[in-house]
């Protein structure tokens, strides 16, 4: 069964650092999207995107993330100048974008630890 | 804007006991419901989902009907096993968006004990 997969799955950087959290939407999907959970708390949408552009992206989502589709397989997020508040578990997921109910399948997660 | 209220946890249960995770919605349109649920150190799984008033998803033995006079979603199953400790997460997503964000409850983490 086809799957999302995230690389790595565990990322320790120092505070002020750049990191990049790379997934692989399954093959066939048209959306893919961020989230994050900070440990213990709900999963929060980062962003969305289409078509080679940003979809939607939610106010946590600022100049500091950044995402991009550098080929025809991988999708990146990039967060340029770490903080410490930015622990927390990333996940991808992705969608068909053409059935009603737009389901999102998720990878497993990269936690990503700011030290 | 639109969200999404689970029921406090943890939730301690016996092995064949019956379950019942409380969810309810605040849209302003008519979205789409899910459940997902997250397995000790894993990602989040696609448990159900509903797509329009009276719908009823099920898999694995869980069942959540979608009440629109109540906007609720509650998640239920007959006789819970050890397996099925987990945290249960009820979304919501606009259904006729594509590409729109899950809204996802705090997440309310169930415990089964033999």
């Known amino acids: 069964e086809p799957e999302v997969t995230q690389t790595p799955s565990h990322q320790v950087t120092q505070m002020g650092q750049e990191v990049i959290l790379r997934c692989v939407p399954i093959?066939?999907?048209?959306?893919f999207y961020w989230y994050r959970q900070i440990l213990g708390q709900k999963v929060e949408f980062l962003v969305s995107?289409?078509?080679?552009?940003?979809?939607?992206k939610s106010e946590i989502f600022d100049d500091q993330f950044s995402v991009e589709r550098p080929d025809g397989s991988n999708f990146t997020l990039k967060i340029r100048s770490t903080k410490l508040e930015d622990s927390a578990m990333y996940f991808c997921?992705?969608?068909?974008?053409?059935?009603?109910?737009?389901?999102?399948?998720f990878g497993p997660g990269t936690r990503l630890t700011v030290t | 804007g639109d969200s999404v209220t689970q029921m406090e946890g943890p939730v301690t249960l016996s092995e064949e006991a019956f379950l019942t995770i409380n969810c309810t919605y605040t849209?302003?349109?008519?979205?789409?419901l899910f459940w997902y649920v997250q397995y000790p150190g894993e990602g989040l799984q696609l448990l159900l989902k509903?797509?329009?008033?009276?719908d009823k998803g099920s898999n694995k033995g869980f069942e959540a009907t979608y009440r629109k006079e109540t906007t609720s979603f509650h998640l239920e199953k007959g006789s819970v096993q050890v397996s099925d400790s987990a945290v249960y997460f009820c979304?919501?997503?606009?259904?006729?968006?594509?590409?729109?964000?899950?809204?996802f409850g705090k997440g309310t983490t169930l415990s089964v004990s033999s």
């Open positions: 997921a992705s969608s068909e974008g053409v059935r009603v109910a737009y389901e999102q399948y």
């Open positions: 093959s066939n999907h048209l959306y």
């Open positions: 995107f289409y078509n080679n552009e940003i979809s939607e």
């Open positions: 849209a302003t349109g008519y979205p789409s």
């Open positions: 509903a797509t329009k008033a009276d």
């Open positions: 979304a919501l997503s606009d259904r006729k968006k594509a590409g729109t964000a899950l809204i």
